[in-house]
């Protein structure tokens, strides 16, 4: 059983469930090199089915925007970082998550 990682807790349309869930952070990053682009996400899975909701933290950056001591934290799911992410207000406005109460 994977541990959860204590954010702020919200809710999203799941996909899977076909309605408003809360969506838990799964304290897994996910590195996606397209070109000369790096695209960061948080992947958050929905409590009840599991499925996965890409949370934006770079979009089409270059690497070379990314302190290396990042990037490399991210590659290696660093747990603190996604709690990092996961207790941001601003980062979880900008990908429209919803507080739950
Ligand atoms: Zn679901």
């Known amino acids: 059983m994977q541990r959860e990682i204590p954010s702020i807790r919200v809710c999203h ?12 952070n799964s304290g897994k990053f996910r590195v996606n090199a397209n070109g000369s682009k790096v695209d960061v996400w948080l992947i958050y899975r929905c409590k009840k089915c599991k499925h996965s909701w890409n949370l934006t933290v770079f979009e ?8 290396p001591e990042l990037y490399a934290l991210f ?4 747990e603190d970082t996604a ?4 207790n941001d207000p601003a980062f979880l406005k900008r ?5 739950k109460e």
């Open 13 to 24: 349309r799941c996909g899977g469930c076909g309605k408003k869930q809360e969506f838990v």
């Open 60 to 67: 089409r950056i270059s690497p070379s925007k990314i302190p």
């Open 75 to 78: 590659l290696a799911n660093d």
């Open 83 to 86: 709690l990092r992410y996961g």
């Open 95 to 99: 990908n429209h998550a919803e507080r």
